[in-house]
């Protein structure tokens, strides 16, 4: 062999491994920005989390309390009903008392209330919401009418604001617990972010221990590709401050 071609030799031998030194140079750094950005990435996806989980607490919360609430209504619109089947009764045993005394009153089954007899004195107090189901059920002329309904009570009209009420609450309690459930989505889907980022430092930490090029080159794909479906993850789920 020849003195020119032993130093072309050793020349070629000194470019390859420079080469190699510049191409682990810049897997290194490349793999360094990666980490770094899995940390960052890391950190966001973990604040997220807690506060979605944040907000899925005071919306549980608000269902728990605005179906309490609803809870209650029932009972008060029993309360109501109870008053108004009172007063109904004492008002059917005054007309019947004026009926005994007076039968020609209602002999043609029209009821016109008397203020000045029991009867009327009790119809003009009657409450608001039982008044529009009375007024109903006089126009069906059930003191002739066998066909009429047997009380106001079975009148479509008879309607208590306490009860719309407690179906309004348990509307927006469903609802608060739908966006309580919403944000524990949320919140397990910023974990798997997390998860996700945990492959990339796993993935980036056993890529700088790997000496054999090849094997560096495959590990460092795979922690690029894990950041890569991390960041979409990230960009793609809604954010609360």
Partial sequence: MSTNESAAQRAN???????????KGRIE?????LLALAAVGTAWAGFQSAKWSGVQAIDYARAGA?????ARAPTRAGQLMNVDVTAFTQWV??????????PSKIANGNYQPNPHVASGFLFNRFRTEF?????????????????APRTP???PQYRLATNEQSARLLTDAERYAALARQANQRSDNY???????????????????VTEPRSQVLL???????????????LLLPIQL
């Avoid at 031998?13 to 191409?23: A, D, M």
């Avoid at 750094?29 to 920005?33: D, G, P, Q």
């Avoid at 605005?66 to 609803?70: A, F, G, H, K, N």
């Avoid at 998860?195 to 796993?202: P, R």
């Fill in 13 to 23: 031998l000194r470019f390859v491994k420079l080469s190699g030194k510049v191409t």
């Fill in 29 to 33: 750094l490349a793999l360094a920005v």
């Fill in 66 to 70: 605005v179906r309490t609430e609803s």
């Fill in 93 to 102: 045993a005054a007309l019947s008392a004026e009926n005994r005394d007076d």
């Fill in 131 to 147: 008044k529009p189901a009375m007024t109903a059920w006089l126009a069906t002329r059930p003191l002739l009418n066998p066909k």
């Fill in 153 to 155: 009570f079975e009148m």
């Fill in 191 to 209: 974990v798997l972010t997390v998860v996700l980022l945990a492959l990339v430092l796993f993935f980036g930490s056993v890529t700088q221990r």
């Fill in 220 to 234: 460092f794909g795979l922690t690029a590709v894990a950041l890569v479906a991390a960041v979409v993850l990230l």
